[in-house]
């Protein structure tokens, strides 16, 4: 069965390093998304992209991160200069046109900023 | 703001039934979506309700009341391994070209015991 896979699958780095998360959506999806879940809380919108720009972000998603698509395959999120308050698991997602209501998740990367 | 309320926990023995409730306060509504996440795992799709009624999938089934902005999931013949928290999700803009954001509810705590 086809799956969305993140990489890594943990990522430590110093407060104002840039980081890259990587994700490989379903191959055959359009829709690709990212969301962050700091421990214990809820699963927490970012960003939306479609037809290779984004469509929608959230005000989390501010001018410190960025996402690309830079192949056929992959999909990044960038945070230029990470912050104590970003820690949290970072979850990619994708979905087929027309059933967003069905978002498929990848494992996601602990991200701790020390 | 955009607000999905669940009970924090919830408790049920093995082979009993369980409800979780939902109540949601969005800008928009376009859909009510179920997702199970297991400890350290990616959230799972389990079921969608576009329409007001119920919806049957396998031992689980999801039920939405749009006049009332009120869902719930329904687990029967419960097993251990369905301990794990379950978030309701809402679509709050029509599924047009790209805004397909899923806003995530607080989560409720499933511990399924002997």
């Known amino acids: 069965e086809p799956e969305v896979t993140q990489t890594p699958s943990h990522q430590v780095t110093q407060m104002g390093q840039e980081v890259i998360l990587r994700c490989v959506p379903i191959?055959?999806?359009?829709?690709f998304y990212w969301y962050r879940q700091i421990l214990g809380q809820k699963v927490e919108f970012l960003v939306s992209f479609y037809n290779n720009e984004i469509s929608e972000k959230s005000e989390i998603f501010d001018d410190q991160f960025s996402v690309e698509r830079p192949d056929g395959s992959n999909f990044t999120l960038k945070i230029r200069s990470t912050k104590l308050e970003d820690s949290a698991m970072y979850f990619c997602a994708s979905s087929e046109g027309g059933k967003a209501y069905e978002q498929y998740f990848g494992p996601g990367t602990r991200l701790t900023v020390t | 703001g955009q607000s999905l309320e669940q009970p924090s926990e919830v408790t049920a023995v093995e082979g009993a039934i369980v409800q979780i409730n939902c109540t949601y306060q969005?800008?928009?509504?376009?859909?009510l979506s179920w997702y199970q996440q297991h400890d350290g795992g990616a959230p799972t799709f389990l079921s969608y309700n576009g329409l007001d009624g119920l919806e049957e999938t396998g031992r689980f089934s999801s039920f939405l009341s749009r006049s009332d902005s009120y869902g719930y999931l329904l687990l029967q013949e419960l097993q251990m391994k369905d301990s794990a928290s379950y978030f309701c999700a809402v679509r709050d803009k029509p599924p047009t070209g790209g805004g397909n954001k899923l806003t995530f509810g607080t989560g409720t705590q499933l511990k399924v015991e002997l």
């Open positions: 191959s055959n999806h359009l829709y």
């Open positions: 969005t800008s928009g509504f376009y859909g």
